[in-house]
């Protein structure tokens, strides 16, 4: 243990805002990132759904204008 | 039909790849992240003439090579995607491409922020910061680049051949700090018979150093699924592993 | 049928024909830097020794600046009018080919610089000592210039408005240029040894003179489809 006591080590020998700062910052940026991925995917479900959903309705009308085997074949 | 399908099972069988790696490379990140900081923020000594201001070097360091890794595998990629068309390579160029910028950021504002108590400012025009700069506009040019194209292909390709012709900058880069002799100091673990650096420091760094690189490698790995999702998003496999598949009617 | 250097030749003196024919648009980006060069000592003040001070950086941006203007047209007419297409169709190495447009880009834009070269240092006050070297740098530098900025033109020909993404693709890729140039011109200016900083410009010159027309020859394939 470099530090003698829980004071000294949040102080960095003075240093302690510079030190804090950057790790502080660096947290941020690589949680930013991680999030940015997630909500990626958050949002590649809602396409997703959303193309699901065209895609339900246009059987949908296929099925009430041709005949329903035409429609098992997809 | 098989003929129709094979092209498109290679994604799917990648996406399976990466995610049952991503996982492991997430945990090995946190323990070995955690054991990195823990030990260079409060077990490595302080050192003798920066004092406890190096420990910044725990974070600075790594994320400035790996800043130099991720666009390093990034060309890697261009090539891959350039020689052999494999789409894969060119959906993996969007995934790489803004953790490395995210690793230059923090290599700057890290080096800035350590540059304050050390050189009385927050930025100096020394060589290794410049370059990293420089790095992060070449980031930048190959995420616009990618983006500018109707075409996602050609966007593709277009980020590939920059990310080729951007790493000739990397050496450029490493050997910055023999070229200009400037305030910055030398490098502090290129040569490991003789290092510049205590053990009792070195250790810490080294284990920082494999955290950023798992942590590099995970960031990808979670990006580079989303890549696969969205290019393969009217494939059913897509759509059952985001659990938006069709219900059986 | 053409050997590659007959066709390199005719691509060469078709382009400096056709900037013959359309001298404004060759002259254009000399004007631009000439006015940049201007507007230095009116913003700052005519102050001579804060002007030699700063006379290379403002020369040699400029000189970035006014590479990345006549950059648009570089393949553009060609590759609207087909022509690009059928160099790419033609057994000759395309990477070669191509090599000659970039001369041509050098020839009427890096060229003219050099010439223009004392009148600049005049401008601005520089030092006797260092107006050699600054058109020495110039001479050696420029080509790298026109080649990285060919492989930016290459990239973005499908856009429409590919003017400021070129800008910020290419910027990065010319400091290297400008650090070495400015302190050999700085040195020289000082009466120090320039031959280093003259030797990694021709390097590098060198290097991406070679290099650059495979990644341009790419880039122009895949603009094709």
Same mark, same amino acid.
């Given at each position: 243990m470099a530090f003698d006591s829980f004071q000294e080590f949040v102080q960095m020998g003075g240093y302690g805002f510079y030190v804090w700062l950057s790790f502080f910052l660096t947290f941020l940026v690589i949680a930013g990132v991680a999030l940015d991925a997630l909500i990626g995917r958050r949002r590649l479900q809602r396409q997703s759904r959303t193309l699901q959903r065209r895609r339900q309705r246009l059987s949908k009308r296929q099925q009430r204008q041709s005949s329903p085997v035409e429609e098992s074949k997809r | 039909m098989w003929r129709w399908l094979h092209p498109y099972a290679k994604p799917e069988a990648t996406y399976r790849l990466v995610d049952k790696l991503l996982p492991w490379f997430a945990a090995l990140t946190a323990v070995s992240l955690l054991v990195g900081m823990v030990w260079g923020l409060a077990f490595a000594p302080s050192d003798y003439?920066?004092?406890?201001?190096?420990? !910044?070097i725990y974070i600075h360091v790594p994320s400035a090579i790996f800043s130099m890794g991720a666009y390093f595998g990034m060309a890697v990629m261009g090539v891959i995607a350039l020689v052999w068309q494999i789409k894969t390579a060119e959906w993996s160029i969007p995934a790489i491409a803004p953790v490395g910028a995210a690793m230059t950021a923090i290599a700057l504002f890290t080096g800035a922020i350590w540059g304050k108590?050390?050189?009385?400012?927050?930025?100096?025009?020394d060589a290794r910061l410049t370059s990293e700069l420089i790095l992060l506009f070449l980031y930048v040019g190959v995420m616009a680049l990618y983006y500018a194209f109707d075409d996602q292909r050609t966007g593709a390709k277009a980020a590939a051949i920059l990310a080729i012709v951007g790493v000739v900058n990397l050496p450029i880069i490493h050997y910055s700090v023999e070229w200009w002799n400037t305030l910055h100091q030398g490098a502090? !673990?290129?040569?490991f018979e003789r290092p510049s650096i205590a053990t009792s420091m070195l250790w810490p760094l080294l284990i920082s150093l494999l955290g950023f690189m798992l942590l590099t490698i995970s960031l990808v790995m979670m990006r580079f699924k989303n890549e696969l999702l969205r290019h393969e998003l009217h494939r059913p496999w897509a759509q059952r592993v985001l659990g938006t598949a069709e219900e059986s009617h | 049928m053409m050997n590659s250097w007959q066709l390199w030749r005719s691509v060469l003196v078709k382009d400096l024909r056709i900037a013959a024919r359309r001298r404004s648009d060759a002259l254009n980006p000399l004007l631009f830097l000439l006015m940049v060069v201007t507007l230095f000592p009116l913003g700052i003040g005519p102050g001579p020794d804060i002007l030699a001070r700063i006379a290379p950086g403002i020369i040699w941006v400029a000189a970035l600046l006014a590479t990345l203007l006549g950059l648009d047209r570089l393949f553009k007419d060609d590759y609207n009018d087909g022509s690009l297409e059928q160099l790419c169709l033609l057994p000759q190495p395309l990477a070669f080919t191509l090599t000659a447009k970039v001369a041509a880009h050098w020839l009427l834009s890096g060229l003219p610089l050099v010439i223009l070269s004392p009148v600049l240092a005049l401008l601005l006050n520089l030092p006797l000592d260092a107006w050699w070297a600054l058109a020495l740098t110039l001479l050696l530098g420029t080509p790298a210039l026109s080649a990285l900025g060919a492989i930016g033109a290459a990239l973005t020909?499908?856009?429409?408005?590919g003017g400021s993404l070129v800008s910020l693709i290419l910027l990065p890729l010319f400091i290297p240029l400008l650090i070495f140039a400015t302190s050999a011109v700085e040195n020289a200016g000082m009466g120090l040894a320039v031959q280093g900083q003259l030797a990694i410009l021709a390097a590098i010159s060198v290097l991406t003179v070679t290099l650059a027309p495979l990644a341009m020859a790419a880039a122009v394939r895949m603009s094709m489809n």
């Amino acid at each position: 243990m470099a530090f003698d006591s829980f004071q000294e080590f949040v102080q960095m020998g003075g240093y302690g805002f510079y030190v804090w700062l950057s790790f502080f910052l660096t947290f941020l940026v690589i949680a930013g990132v991680a999030l940015d991925a997630l909500i990626g995917r958050r949002r590649l479900q809602r396409q997703s759904r959303t193309l699901q959903r065209r895609r339900q309705r246009l059987s949908k009308r296929q099925q009430r204008q041709s005949s329903p085997v035409e429609e098992s074949k997809r | 039909m098989w003929r129709w399908l094979h092209p498109y099972a290679k994604p799917e069988a990648t996406y399976r790849l990466v995610d049952k790696l991503l996982p492991w490379f997430a945990a090995l990140t946190a323990v070995s992240l955690l054991v990195g900081m823990v030990w260079g923020l409060a077990f490595a000594p302080s050192d003798y003439q920066q004092g406890d201001s190096y420990r !910044i070097i725990y974070i600075h360091v790594p994320s400035a090579i790996f800043s130099m890794g991720a666009y390093f595998g990034m060309a890697v990629m261009g090539v891959i995607a350039l020689v052999w068309q494999i789409k894969t390579a060119e959906w993996s160029i969007p995934a790489i491409a803004p953790v490395g910028a995210a690793m230059t950021a923090i290599a700057l504002f890290t080096g800035a922020i350590w540059g304050k108590p050390m050189w009385g400012t927050w930025w100096v025009w020394d060589a290794r910061l410049t370059s990293e700069l420089i790095l992060l506009f070449l980031y930048v040019g190959v995420m616009a680049l990618y983006y500018a194209f109707d075409d996602q292909r050609t966007g593709a390709k277009a980020a590939a051949i920059l990310a080729i012709v951007g790493v000739v900058n990397l050496p450029i880069i490493h050997y910055s700090v023999e070229w200009w002799n400037t305030l910055h100091q030398g490098a502090t !673990i290129t040569k490991f018979e003789r290092p510049s650096i205590a053990t009792s420091m070195l250790w810490p760094l080294l284990i920082s150093l494999l955290g950023f690189m798992l942590l590099t490698i995970s960031l990808v790995m979670m990006r580079f699924k989303n890549e696969l999702l969205r290019h393969e998003l009217h494939r059913p496999w897509a759509q059952r592993v985001l659990g938006t598949a069709e219900e059986s009617h | 049928m053409m050997n590659s250097w007959q066709l390199w030749r005719s691509v060469l003196v078709k382009d400096l024909r056709i900037a013959a024919r359309r001298r404004s648009d060759a002259l254009n980006p000399l004007l631009f830097l000439l006015m940049v060069v201007t507007l230095f000592p009116l913003g700052i003040g005519p102050g001579p020794d804060i002007l030699a001070r700063i006379a290379p950086g403002i020369i040699w941006v400029a000189a970035l600046l006014a590479t990345l203007l006549g950059l648009d047209r570089l393949f553009k007419d060609d590759y609207n009018d087909g022509s690009l297409e059928q160099l790419c169709l033609l057994p000759q190495p395309l990477a070669f080919t191509l090599t000659a447009k970039v001369a041509a880009h050098w020839l009427l834009s890096g060229l003219p610089l050099v010439i223009l070269s004392p009148v600049l240092a005049l401008l601005l006050n520089l030092p006797l000592d260092a107006w050699w070297a600054l058109a020495l740098t110039l001479l050696l530098g420029t080509p790298a210039l026109s080649a990285l900025g060919a492989i930016g033109a290459a990239l973005t020909l499908q856009l429409q408005r590919g003017g400021s993404l070129v800008s910020l693709i290419l910027l990065p890729l010319f400091i290297p240029l400008l650090i070495f140039a400015t302190s050999a011109v700085e040195n020289a200016g000082m009466g120090l040894a320039v031959q280093g900083q003259l030797a990694i410009l021709a390097a590098i010159s060198v290097l991406t003179v070679t290099l650059a027309p495979l990644a341009m020859a790419a880039a122009v394939r895949m603009s094709m489809n």
